[in-house]
Protein backbone atom coordinates (compact mmCIF):
# COMPACT_ATOMS: atom_id res chain seq x y z
CA UNK A 1 0.00 0.00 0.00
CA UNK A 2 2.74 2.53 0.80
CA UNK A 3 6.36 2.06 -0.46
CA UNK A 4 9.04 4.74 0.44
CA UNK A 5 12.39 4.10 -1.58
CA UNK A 6 15.54 5.17 -0.45
CA UNK A 7 13.72 8.39 0.83
CA UNK A 8 16.02 11.13 2.42
CA UNK A 9 15.54 13.99 4.05
CA UNK A 10 17.84 17.42 4.20
CA UNK A 11 16.97 20.79 5.89
CA UNK A 12 18.44 23.53 5.16
CA UNK A 13 18.91 25.41 8.83
CA UNK A 14 21.52 28.65 8.70
CA UNK A 15 22.42 27.64 5.33
CA UNK A 16 23.83 23.88 6.83
CA UNK A 17 22.08 21.02 6.23
CA UNK A 18 20.35 18.72 8.95
CA UNK A 19 19.73 14.83 7.79
CA UNK A 20 16.47 13.88 9.58
CA UNK A 21 16.18 10.67 7.32
CA UNK A 22 19.04 9.19 5.51
CA UNK A 23 17.89 6.20 3.68
CA UNK A 24 14.81 5.17 4.46
CA UNK A 25 13.37 1.44 2.71
CA UNK A 26 9.89 0.60 4.06
CA UNK A 27 6.85 -1.34 2.68
CA UNK A 28 3.35 -1.37 4.49
CA UNK A 29 0.83 -3.46 3.55
CA UNK A 30 -2.32 -3.15 2.62
CA UNK A 31 -4.29 -3.16 5.80
CA UNK A 32 -2.21 -3.16 8.34
CA UNK A 33 -1.41 -1.01 11.31
CA UNK A 34 2.05 -0.23 11.36
CA UNK A 35 3.91 1.78 14.09
CA UNK A 36 7.15 3.70 13.88
CA UNK A 37 8.67 4.12 17.18
CA UNK A 38 11.87 6.08 17.84
CA UNK A 39 13.35 8.40 20.23
CA UNK A 40 12.92 12.63 20.52
CA UNK A 41 14.52 13.85 16.89
CA UNK A 42 15.14 10.57 15.31
CA UNK A 43 13.24 11.41 12.59
CA UNK A 44 9.53 10.30 12.80
CA UNK A 45 7.23 13.19 12.22
CA UNK A 46 9.39 13.63 9.63
CA UNK A 47 9.29 10.33 7.99
CA UNK A 48 5.27 10.44 8.73
CA UNK A 49 5.21 13.73 6.55
CA UNK A 50 7.08 12.55 4.11
CA UNK A 51 4.47 9.80 3.16
CA UNK A 52 1.57 12.47 2.17
CA UNK A 53 4.74 15.17 1.27
CA UNK A 54 3.82 17.62 3.90
CA UNK A 55 7.58 17.43 3.99
CA UNK A 56 8.86 16.45 0.63
CA UNK A 57 11.95 14.46 0.33
CA UNK A 58 15.06 15.52 -0.65
CA UNK A 59 15.50 12.64 -2.69
CA UNK A 60 13.60 8.87 -3.18
CA UNK A 61 9.73 8.00 -4.14
CA UNK A 62 6.92 7.74 -1.99
CA UNK A 63 4.85 5.78 -3.44
CA UNK A 64 0.49 5.12 -2.28
CA UNK A 65 -1.55 2.97 -3.59
CA UNK A 66 0.74 2.53 -6.89
CA UNK A 67 1.49 6.41 -7.49
CA UNK A 68 4.37 8.16 -6.83
CA UNK A 69 3.16 11.25 -4.88
CA UNK A 70 7.25 12.57 -5.52
CA UNK A 71 5.51 12.54 -9.14
CA UNK A 72 2.63 14.00 -9.70
CA UNK A 73 1.21 17.92 -10.50
CA UNK A 74 -0.05 19.57 -7.82
CA UNK A 75 -3.19 19.05 -9.19
CA UNK A 76 -3.36 15.64 -8.95
CA UNK A 77 -1.00 15.10 -5.58
CA UNK A 78 -4.22 17.21 -3.90
CA UNK A 79 -6.05 14.61 -5.26
CA UNK A 80 -4.18 11.62 -4.16
CA UNK A 81 -3.78 13.19 -0.60
CA UNK A 82 -7.78 12.89 -0.09
CA UNK A 83 -7.03 8.84 0.12
CA UNK A 84 -4.66 10.01 2.68
CA UNK A 85 -6.21 10.80 6.36
CA UNK A 86 -3.64 12.46 9.30
CA UNK A 87 -4.51 13.63 12.67
CA UNK A 88 -1.79 14.87 15.40
CA UNK A 89 -0.87 15.04 18.86
CA UNK A 90 -2.40 18.73 19.63
CA UNK A 91 -5.55 17.93 17.32
CA UNK A 92 -5.58 20.78 14.83
CA UNK A 93 -8.93 21.36 14.66
CA UNK A 94 -10.54 24.87 14.21
CA UNK A 95 -11.25 26.79 17.06
CA UNK A 96 -13.99 29.06 15.93
CA UNK A 97 -16.58 26.30 13.94
CA UNK A 98 -18.38 23.82 15.93
CA UNK A 99 -17.32 20.03 15.91
CA UNK A 100 -19.94 19.49 13.19
CA UNK A 101 -18.06 21.79 10.96
CA UNK A 102 -14.79 20.76 12.08
CA UNK A 103 -15.64 17.72 10.59
CA UNK A 104 -17.79 19.10 7.24
CA UNK A 105 -14.87 20.72 6.54
CA UNK A 106 -12.34 18.92 4.14
CA UNK A 107 -15.94 17.80 2.57
CA UNK A 108 -17.13 21.55 1.89
CA UNK A 109 -13.61 21.80 0.51
CA UNK A 110 -14.14 18.39 -1.65
CA UNK A 111 -16.86 20.46 -3.26
CA UNK A 112 -19.11 17.40 -1.88
CA UNK A 113 -23.70 18.74 -2.54
CA UNK A 114 -24.92 19.64 1.32
CA UNK A 115 -27.12 16.40 1.70
CA UNK A 116 -23.92 14.45 1.23
CA UNK A 117 -21.89 16.58 3.65
CA UNK A 118 -24.48 16.18 5.95
CA UNK A 119 -25.41 12.22 5.19
CA UNK A 120 -21.16 11.91 6.02
CA UNK A 121 -21.29 14.06 8.69
CA UNK A 122 -23.93 12.08 10.60
CA UNK A 123 -22.41 8.91 10.12
CA UNK A 124 -19.06 10.11 11.29
CA UNK A 125 -19.80 11.39 14.35
CA UNK A 126 -21.68 8.35 15.31
CA UNK A 127 -18.82 6.59 14.49
CA UNK A 128 -16.61 8.27 17.31
CA UNK A 129 -19.09 8.38 19.77
CA UNK A 130 -19.89 12.03 19.11
CA UNK A 131 -23.13 12.78 18.03
CA UNK A 132 -24.41 14.30 21.10
CA UNK A 133 -21.28 16.73 20.91
CA UNK A 134 -22.09 17.88 17.12
CA UNK A 135 -22.81 21.56 18.15
CA UNK A 136 -20.22 22.08 20.86
CA UNK A 137 -16.63 23.68 20.33
CA UNK A 138 -13.54 22.24 20.46
CA UNK A 139 -12.56 23.82 24.12
CA UNK A 140 -15.65 22.34 25.12
CA UNK A 141 -14.40 18.91 24.84
CA UNK A 142 -11.71 16.66 26.46
CA UNK A 143 -8.81 16.03 24.83
CA UNK A 144 -9.89 12.25 24.40
CA UNK A 145 -13.09 13.93 22.43
CA UNK A 146 -11.10 15.79 20.22
CA UNK A 147 -8.76 13.74 18.98
CA UNK A 148 -12.02 11.78 18.37
CA UNK A 149 -13.27 14.76 16.01
CA UNK A 150 -9.89 14.43 14.28
CA UNK A 151 -10.19 11.56 14.01
CA UNK A 152 -13.87 11.85 12.26
CA UNK A 153 -12.42 15.24 10.15
CA UNK A 154 -9.34 13.03 8.84
CA UNK A 155 -11.72 9.90 7.77
CA UNK A 156 -14.38 12.58 5.95
CA UNK A 157 -13.22 12.09 2.39
CA UNK A 158 -13.10 7.98 2.79
CA UNK A 159 -9.13 7.31 2.95
CA UNK A 160 -7.36 4.14 2.45
CA UNK A 161 -4.50 5.11 4.62
CA UNK A 162 -4.77 7.12 7.75
CA UNK A 163 -1.46 8.77 9.23
CA UNK A 164 -1.04 8.97 13.22
CA UNK A 165 1.04 11.69 14.61
CA UNK A 166 1.86 10.88 18.00
CA UNK A 167 -2.33 10.75 18.37
CA UNK A 168 -1.96 9.72 21.74
CA UNK A 169 0.77 11.37 23.46
CA UNK A 170 -1.33 14.14 24.94
CA UNK A 171 -4.09 12.18 26.04
CA UNK A 172 -3.85 10.36 29.87
CA UNK A 173 -3.21 6.64 30.03
CA UNK A 174 -6.95 5.58 30.11
CA UNK A 175 -7.94 8.25 27.35
CA UNK A 176 -4.95 6.87 25.47
CA UNK A 177 -6.54 3.11 25.75
CA UNK A 178 -9.70 4.37 23.97
CA UNK A 179 -8.17 6.44 21.16
CA UNK A 180 -6.09 3.36 20.63
CA UNK A 181 -9.71 0.93 20.80
CA UNK A 182 -11.00 3.28 18.52
CA UNK A 183 -8.44 3.16 15.48
CA UNK A 184 -8.34 -0.38 16.07
CA UNK A 185 -11.97 -0.88 15.67
CA UNK A 186 -11.27 1.82 12.34
CA UNK A 187 -8.88 -0.77 10.83
CA UNK A 188 -11.09 -3.94 11.17
CA UNK A 189 -14.50 -2.37 9.86
CA UNK A 190 -13.09 -0.30 7.22
CA UNK A 191 -9.74 -2.05 6.40
CA UNK A 192 -8.07 1.21 6.68
CA UNK A 193 -4.17 0.97 6.68
CA UNK A 194 -3.03 2.53 9.69
CA UNK A 195 0.39 4.38 10.07
CA UNK A 196 1.27 5.62 13.73
CA UNK A 197 4.44 7.34 14.66
CA UNK A 198 5.03 7.13 18.41
CA UNK A 199 8.15 6.95 21.10
CA UNK A 200 5.20 4.72 23.49
CA UNK A 201 6.24 1.17 22.69
CA UNK A 202 3.02 0.21 24.52
CA UNK A 203 1.00 1.84 21.79
CA UNK A 204 2.97 -0.31 19.80
CA UNK A 205 2.06 -3.34 21.91
CA UNK A 206 -1.33 -2.54 21.78
CA UNK A 207 -2.48 -2.25 18.47
CA UNK A 208 0.24 -2.35 15.47
CA UNK A 209 1.01 -5.42 13.62
CA UNK A 210 4.36 -5.00 12.52
CA UNK A 211 6.61 -2.01 13.98
CA UNK A 212 9.96 -0.13 12.52
CA UNK A 213 12.73 1.24 14.59
CA UNK A 214 13.63 4.57 13.92
CA UNK A 215 17.50 6.16 14.82
CA UNK A 216 19.07 8.27 13.78
CA UNK A 217 17.34 8.95 10.33
CA UNK A 218 17.56 5.39 10.03
CA UNK A 219 15.22 2.24 9.95
CA UNK A 220 17.26 -0.17 12.07
CA UNK A 221 15.04 -3.33 12.75
CA UNK A 222 11.26 -3.85 10.86
CA UNK A 223 9.38 -7.01 12.11
CA UNK A 224 6.06 -8.32 13.65
CA UNK A 225 5.46 -6.78 16.64
CA UNK A 226 5.28 -10.15 18.75
CA UNK A 227 8.29 -11.36 17.13
CA UNK A 228 10.14 -8.54 17.66
CA UNK A 229 8.88 -7.98 21.36
CA UNK A 230 10.60 -12.01 21.36
CA UNK A 231 13.67 -11.15 20.09
CA UNK A 232 14.80 -7.55 19.94
CA UNK A 233 17.82 -7.54 17.97
CA UNK A 234 19.38 -3.93 18.40
CA UNK A 235 19.71 -2.54 21.21
CA UNK A 236 17.80 0.22 20.67
CA UNK A 237 14.77 -2.24 20.10
CA UNK A 238 15.57 -3.87 23.56
CA UNK A 239 15.33 -0.44 25.09
CA UNK A 240 12.05 0.09 24.11
CA UNK A 241 10.97 -3.48 24.81
CA UNK A 242 12.31 -3.19 28.16
CA UNK A 243 10.19 0.03 28.70
CA UNK A 244 7.18 -2.08 28.72
CA UNK A 245 8.41 -5.31 30.41
CA UNK A 246 6.57 -6.08 33.21
CA UNK A 247 8.54 -8.93 34.24
CA UNK A 248 10.35 -8.43 37.45
CA UNK A 249 12.01 -10.95 39.07
CA UNK A 250 13.13 -10.95 42.59
CA UNK A 251 16.71 -10.69 43.12
CA UNK A 252 16.11 -12.18 46.07
CA UNK A 253 15.11 -15.74 44.40
CA UNK A 254 18.74 -15.67 42.50
CA UNK A 255 20.44 -14.57 45.23
CA UNK A 256 18.96 -17.87 47.51
CA UNK A 257 20.64 -20.37 44.15
CA UNK A 258 23.70 -18.47 44.60
CA UNK A 259 23.99 -19.23 48.12
CA UNK A 260 23.82 -23.06 47.52
CA UNK A 261 26.58 -25.31 47.76
CA UNK A 262 28.38 -25.88 44.60
CA UNK A 263 27.48 -29.86 44.54
CA UNK A 264 23.76 -28.77 45.34
CA UNK A 265 23.35 -26.04 42.44
CA UNK A 266 24.77 -28.15 40.10
CA UNK A 267 21.13 -29.95 40.16
CA UNK A 268 19.31 -27.15 39.76
CA UNK A 269 19.03 -24.81 36.69
CA UNK A 270 17.43 -21.57 36.11
CA UNK A 271 15.62 -20.54 32.95
CA UNK A 272 13.65 -17.95 31.87
CA UNK A 273 11.10 -19.20 28.84
CA UNK A 274 9.25 -16.71 26.62
CA UNK A 275 6.09 -17.76 24.24
CA UNK A 276 3.74 -16.41 22.13
CA UNK A 277 -0.12 -17.86 22.43
CA UNK A 278 -1.97 -19.79 24.56
CA UNK A 279 -1.43 -22.99 23.60
CA UNK A 280 2.23 -22.81 22.62
CA UNK A 281 3.49 -23.41 26.18
CA UNK A 282 1.86 -25.97 27.93
CA UNK A 283 1.91 -29.18 25.68
CA UNK A 284 5.75 -28.24 24.83
CA UNK A 285 6.48 -28.37 28.83
CA UNK A 286 4.48 -31.73 29.13
CA UNK A 287 6.12 -33.10 26.19
CA UNK A 288 9.53 -32.35 27.54
CA UNK A 289 8.82 -33.42 31.22
CA UNK A 290 7.69 -37.02 29.80
CA UNK A 291 11.02 -37.64 28.15
CA UNK A 292 13.56 -36.18 30.15
CA UNK A 293 13.70 -36.98 33.99
CA UNK A 294 13.89 -33.89 35.11
CA UNK A 295 11.43 -31.96 37.76
CA UNK A 296 10.42 -28.42 36.39
CA UNK A 297 9.01 -26.15 38.68
CA UNK A 298 7.67 -22.68 38.08
CA UNK A 299 9.42 -19.74 40.35
CA UNK A 300 7.82 -16.47 38.96
CA UNK A 301 5.92 -15.52 35.52
CA UNK A 302 3.87 -12.98 34.02
CA UNK A 303 1.45 -13.37 30.88
CA UNK A 304 0.81 -9.99 28.85
CA UNK A 305 -0.64 -9.20 25.55
CA UNK A 306 0.94 -8.35 22.55
CA UNK A 307 -2.00 -6.74 20.48
CA UNK A 308 -4.82 -10.00 20.70
CA UNK A 309 -2.11 -12.45 21.45
CA UNK A 310 -1.33 -13.63 24.87
CA UNK A 311 2.92 -13.18 25.40
CA UNK A 312 3.93 -15.28 28.64
CA UNK A 313 7.65 -15.51 30.54
CA UNK A 314 8.12 -18.02 32.99
CA UNK A 315 11.49 -18.30 35.29
CA UNK A 316 11.27 -22.20 35.87
CA UNK A 317 13.40 -24.42 38.07
CA UNK A 318 14.73 -27.30 36.20
CA UNK A 319 16.11 -30.31 38.66
CA UNK A 320 17.87 -33.14 38.14
CA UNK A 321 20.98 -34.80 36.61
CA UNK A 322 22.76 -31.62 35.00
CA UNK A 323 22.91 -33.50 31.57
CA UNK A 324 19.34 -34.49 31.84
CA UNK A 325 18.68 -30.92 32.62
CA UNK A 326 20.80 -29.55 29.69
CA UNK A 327 19.19 -31.47 27.37
CA UNK A 328 15.81 -30.55 28.76
CA UNK A 329 16.83 -27.08 27.92
CA UNK A 330 18.02 -28.12 24.15
CA UNK A 331 14.04 -29.57 24.08
CA UNK A 332 12.62 -26.68 24.63
CA UNK A 333 14.92 -24.28 22.38
CA UNK A 334 14.13 -27.03 19.46
CA UNK A 335 10.24 -27.01 20.22
CA UNK A 336 10.23 -23.13 19.39
CA UNK A 337 10.36 -21.68 22.88
CA UNK A 338 12.97 -19.21 23.56
CA UNK A 339 14.69 -20.21 26.61
CA UNK A 340 17.60 -18.29 28.28
CA UNK A 341 19.68 -20.13 31.06
CA UNK A 342 19.94 -17.65 34.21
CA UNK A 343 21.49 -19.99 36.23
N1 LIG B 1 11.29 22.03 9.85
C1 LIG B 1 12.50 21.68 10.25
N2 LIG B 1 13.55 22.47 10.02
C2 LIG B 1 14.80 22.11 10.39
N3 LIG B 1 15.10 20.96 11.03
C3 LIG B 1 14.08 20.13 11.31
C4 LIG B 1 12.74 20.45 10.94
N4 LIG B 1 11.94 19.43 11.35
C5 LIG B 1 12.76 18.53 11.94
N5 LIG B 1 14.04 18.94 11.93
C6 LIG B 1 15.20 18.19 12.44
O1 LIG B 1 15.18 16.90 11.88
C7 LIG B 1 15.52 15.91 12.84
C8 LIG B 1 14.36 14.94 12.99
O2 LIG B 1 13.25 15.63 13.56
P1 LIG B 1 11.79 14.99 13.70
O3 LIG B 1 10.90 16.06 14.23
O4 LIG B 1 11.41 14.33 12.43
O5 LIG B 1 12.08 13.87 14.82
P2 LIG B 1 11.05 13.16 15.78
O6 LIG B 1 11.55 11.77 15.94
O7 LIG B 1 9.67 13.31 15.26
O8 LIG B 1 11.22 13.96 17.13
P3 LIG B 1 10.10 14.39 18.24
O9 LIG B 1 9.60 13.09 18.81
O10 LIG B 1 10.88 15.19 19.23
O11 LIG B 1 9.05 15.15 17.51
C9 LIG B 1 15.84 16.69 14.12
O12 LIG B 1 17.23 16.88 14.15
C10 LIG B 1 15.11 18.00 13.95
O13 LIG B 1 15.76 19.03 14.65
Redesign the pocket.
Known sequence: MITLQNVRKD?L?DKKS?T?LKKIDLTIERGEIFGII?H????????IRCINLLEQPTSGSVIVDGKDLTQLSQGDLQRARHEIGMIFQHFNLLASATIYENIAFPLRLAKRPAAAIDRKVRELLDLVGLTDHATKYPSQLSGGQKQRVGIARALANDPKVLLCDEATSALDPMTTQSILKLLADINKTLGLTIVL?T?EMHVIREICDRVGVIDEGEIVEVGPVAEVFLKPQQKITQEFVEQVSDFDFPEELLAQYLRMPEAERARHQVVQVSFLGDTTFQPVMFQVLQEHPVQFNILHGTISRIKDTPFGRLVLEITGDPGAAQKAVQNLQERGLQVEVLL
Open positions: YVIAGSGAGKSTLIH
